[in-house]
């Protein structure tokens, strides 16, 4: 998951409901941590507890790439949850 640059106090929010929907991050249990991985330009994966697969990558927009699929998303929704994928993925799924 591609997500825009936060700062600190909306990725501990983030991070807070993560673990209250039952995932934990594979990489530390410090949001500050996990930060300076994707300020770094370093994905980190979450997992649901206690459970190695499936895993939800998410890191930091780095380059114009991911900026396009930012700004081209498409909301979907699957298993009651909202999902957004990159248009072009959504087309190629049809």
């Not at 909306?10 to 039952?22: A, E, Q, T, V």
């Not at 909301?75 to 087309?91: M, R």
Request: with cysteine.
């Amino acid at each position: 998951m591609i997500i825009e640059r936060i700062d600190i106090n909306k990725f501990k929010r983030l991070h807070k409901d993560l673990l209250k929907s039952g995932f934990v991050c594979m990489q530390s249990d410090s949001p500050e941590i996990i930060l300076d991985y994707l300020r770094n330009n370093t994905s980190v994966r979450y997992t649901r507890k206690d459970e190695l697969l499936p895993e939800m990558k998410i890191k930091f927009q780095k380059d114009e790439l991911d900026a396009i699929q930012l700004q081209s998303k498409v909301k979907i929704s699957l298993t009651g949850l909202d999902i957004w994928v990159w248009q072009y993925q959504y087309e190629y799924c049809l």
